[in-house]
């Protein structure tokens, strides 16, 4: 039977533009894989890790106009959106090179022998080897930052794992150009083409995670598809590790404070965090707890004015468009529900941006009748649901699932000591709002159910910086790990310790004279 062919759509019409490739076949995987595994002994030297890294960034700069160009008549994204993203993938690109250099994500660790201890030490050396080939499956929502060249290539390509990517089929054309520049970065630093690897085609996928010589995988997707792919990976002969991002609503709590001070600048920031990329960002505030009365009112009001004069957009494919549509359906249909604004379709290709509301009492019932309400609901909407007190946003957030992150909008009062002032540690804490502590217990409630905590701002955008965790409790992600930021390369590594190993036979890294100049802990003293 003929492999299926993989065509490039045009979101924006549902036309078929042109056919890319064609669906891999289980050999095509197992080939693909092979050859990745081959590249490994190249990627061993760090120096050529931290080239490939860069010269990939100025790669994929010198071919911007065309990646934006593929990436916007698939995506329809739109060109400013998508050149930000190009900046956000090189600085990535480039931020794991100055990593790979510094050479401290390899955790080195030494302790000399010690005879005199109870009982006595021997010489132990400690450090952080790849794994091995690491399968990627890109994201449909970011084609650059979350798929071929993104946050999983760059921090396995940094950790010295050669990785398969599976394409996603909502861009397969920019997917495939992408591949061949980074494959083209490779060959100029001396290093195998090979080290990169594309395939298409769900069964690929399936295919990938279960392939003996991949080590582990990343995953950016849906619930349904990435759960899938990690029961693959755990039921192998030999389970591998799956960083999985599933799904988010991202809860914001708003106080009485904080509405009563800012309702519109909540609601219009709300607006914008919520139809942000036509709603299809990760982080995109899905519930909202806002209080009831003249604050919440006000609030609700503006969100509606401003989700009002946003323009009907288009989502990535036709699938997602109808999903989308028929999730708003099903929950506006719920009891007690309404839609001030109400969101679905705009029009043959198009979707409106919407909000619906519902008393926070129905959430906070564990009935299960509204239970939809704290699901995901990819697109431009969220559920504004009104609470009376501080004890029914308790009861919603005790029923939340794992989030990637959570939001609290608090009042001046609520932010610290009297002044609204950050309390010094080791302070006695005051607080502003009659001594309850209302900011840090709302904070309290929602740190176990997020990776990321925002205060007065909004979720959307995920700072590509050393400190950032965007990751979090199941379904957010299926592992601890974060997918941006400098210590995602350590999903790709596992720890080595060598015993009383003669000083000729250990690797350079943990030698006596640290010849590679790493950071290290000696004997429990950090040596930067």
Not at 289 to 308: M, N, Q, T
Not at 480 to 494: D, I, N, Y
């Amino acid at each position: 039977m003929a492999a299926a062919p993989v065509w490039s759509v045009d979101p924006r019409t549902g036309k078929q533009r042109e056919q890319v490739a064609v669906e891999a076949t289980s050999a095509e995987v197992d080939a693909a894989v092979r050859a990745v595994h081959d590249a490994r002994g190249a990627l061993a030297d760090r120096t050529v890790r931290a080239a490939l890294l860069r010269r990939a960034a100025d790669q994929l700069d010198g071919a911007g106009e065309r990646i934006v160009e593929a990436a916007d008549a698939e995506t329809a994204l739109g060109p400013a959106r998508l050149t930000g993203e190009l900046a956000r993938t090189t600085y990535q690109l480039r931020a794991f090179a100055d990593l790979v250099e510094e050479g401290a994500f390899l955790d080195v660790r030494i302790d000399h022998a010690d005879p005199a201890l109870t009982p006595p030490r021997p010489d132990l050396r400690r450090y952080k080897i790849p794994l091995g080939v690491v399968a990627v499956y890109a994201a449909s929502n970011f084609p650059l930052a979350f798929s071929v060249p993104g946050g999983d290539t760059a921090s396995a390509l940094a950790a010295g794992c050669p990785v398969v990517v599976k394409a996603h089929p909502d861009h397969p054309a920019t997917s495939e150009l992408v591949a061949a520049l980074l494959r083209r970065a490779a060959a100029e630093v001396g290093a195998p083409e090979g080290a990169i690897g594309l395939v298409h085609g769900f069964e690929a996928g399936i295919e990938l995670v279960r392939h003996p010589l991949v080590a582990a995988a990343g995953f950016t997707g849906s619930v349904r598809g990435g759960r899938a792919l990690y029961d693959a990976a755990a039921a192998r002969p030999h389970p591998i590790p799956f960083h999985g991002e599933l799904g988010s609503l991202n809860p914001v709590v708003v106080t009485e404070a904080a509405a009563e001070e800012r309702a519109e600048e909540i609601g219009a920031g709300l607006a914008g965090s919520m139809t942000l990329g036509t709603g299809q960002f990760c982080v995109k505030p899905g519930l909202v707890l806002a209080p009831r009365g003249p604050a919440g009112d006000r609030l609700e009001r503006a969100l509606a004015d401003a989700v009002s004069a946003t323009e009907a957009g288009v989502l990535l494919d036709h699938r997602m468009r109808d999903a989308f549509v028929d999730g708003v359906r099903e929950r506006a249909a719920l009891p007690g529900v309404e839609a001030p604004v109400t969101p679905g379709a705009g029009g043959e290709h198009t979707v409106g941006a919407g909000f619906l509301t519902v008393p926070a009492d129905r959430l906070a019932d564990g009935g299960g009748t509204h239970d939809l309400l704290l699901e995901e609901c990819f697109g431009p909407v969220t559920v504004l649901a009104r609470y009376t007190d501080e004890a029914e946003i308790g009861a919603v957030l005790a029923r939340l699932p794992g989030n990637l992150t959570a939001t609290l909008q608090l009042g001046a009062g609520e932010c610290g000591g009297e002044d609204g002032a950050p309390v010094p540690p080791g302070h006695r804490r005051e607080f502003a709002d009659g001594g309850t502590g209302r900011g840090a217990r709302l904070l309290a409630a929602v740190t176990p159910l997020a990776g990321r905590v925002v205060v007065n701002g909004w979720p959307t955008g995920v700072a590509v910086a050393p400190a950032q965790h965007h990751g979090g409790p199941y379904p957010a992600t299926t592992s601890t790990s974060t997918s941006v930021g400098g210590t995602a390369v350590e999903r790709w590594l596992r720890p080595v310790a060598y015993q009383d190993t003669p000083p000729a036979l250990l690797p350079p890294e943990l030698r006596e004279d640290n010849p590679l100049r790493l950071p290290r802990r000696v004997d429990g003293r950090y040596e930067g």
